[in-house]
């Protein structure tokens, strides 16, 4: 039996999101449309932050409405609290993105509250969400802070085991941030993880110190099935000026590709889409794939 893995796309959000300009709706649109053409069916489109905290995402209903248009296309769309989370379900988002980090340092930095209080507002905005409602809960820092270092493996489990609890059946990601996680780590908080709570977990890596692949075939051998990658491996990081970003997307389906396992993603439409990606003004590209030229000749 062949095995298969789901790919969610994330440059339309993670991706865009650190580019200091705003990328034009109609781009942002074209580079979904092109990642669907390549066989993608799961996207992380924007998301239902303040405008005036990220101007970047202020177009995520206009860019959610197009993507909707794309048959068979599962739209994510993160949200910080409830007032997103409600903006989002009545903009038709398929899945709704929850976020908070691991660690107290990061959490600060990026959402201006403790990990407390953030987990207070999305344990109630998971059990307040109707019946049916596809959430997936994001873990930031679960591997390593940008402030605190490598984060212990029983902190980073304590707080798993905290999410699991909300709700039996929740997709939950934990997110290698800083692209600093090791892939022994990975490969043994999956373990720990699955052993202990089945496989519901996603992993969302990023390439910063090159480990990107690497972290995706650890988290693959500990039994994960769902990973997050960007086109073009954009993206970038705040606290690693001139980083790349995510994992390539096209890195990682052509490793998959090599390994035997189906992606249902078609590789000459996937550089298409990596291209398009990788040449938004400001983009930080990153991924080995794009500049292999027998891969591209495949093509
Ligand atoms: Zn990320």
């Known amino acids: 039996m062949t095995e298969r893995v789901e790919l969610s796309e994330v440059a339309p959000r993670d991706g865009l999101q650190s580019i200091a300009a705003f990328v034009p709706t109609e781009t942002k649109i074209a580079i979904v449309r092109a990642c669907w053409e390549a066989g993608l069916r799961r996207m992380e489109i924007g998301s239902f932050v303040s405008p005036r905290a990220v101007p970047q995402m202020a177009d995520t209903g206009a860019v959610l409405k197009a993507a909707k248009q794309l048959e068979g296309l599962e739209c994510t769309v993160l949200v910080p609290n409830r007032r997103g989370f409600d903006l989002a379900v009545q903009a038709g988002a398929d899945r709704l993105g929850l976020f908070m980090s691991v660690t107290e340092s990061h959490n600060k930095a990026n959402l201006n509250r403790t990990r407390e209080e953030s987990f207070a507002d999305l344990a109630a905005i998971v059990r307040d969400a109707p019946a049916g409602t596809k959430i997936r809960f ?162």
């Open 138 to 299: 994001n873990l930031s820092c679960v591997f390593h802070c940008p402030f605190e270092g490598v984060v212990p493996e029983a902190e980073a489990l304590d707080w798993i085991e905290r999410v699991v609890a909300l709700d039996p059946e929740m997709e939950i990601a934990l997110a290698d941030t800083t692209g600093n996680a090791a892939p022994d780590q990975v490969r043994r908080l999956f373990e720990a993880a699955h052993r202990a709570w089945g496989k519901r977990f996603a992993f969302h890596g990023h390439d910063t110190y090159g480990m990107g692949v690497a972290n995706v075939v650890a988290a693959w051998e500990a039994g994960c099935r769902i990973f997050d990658a960007a086109s073009g491996g954009i993206g970038g990081c705040p606290f690693a000026p001139g980083a790349t970003g995510n994992v390539a997307m096209e890195d990682v389906v052509w490793m998959f590709g090599r390994m035997g396992v189906e992606t249902g993603v078609d590789w000459p439409k996937l550089l298409v889409a990596a291209d398009l990606a990788a040449a938004v003004p400001g983009a930080t590209p990153g991924g080995a794939m794009r500049r292999v030229t027998a891969a591209r000749q495949a093509a």
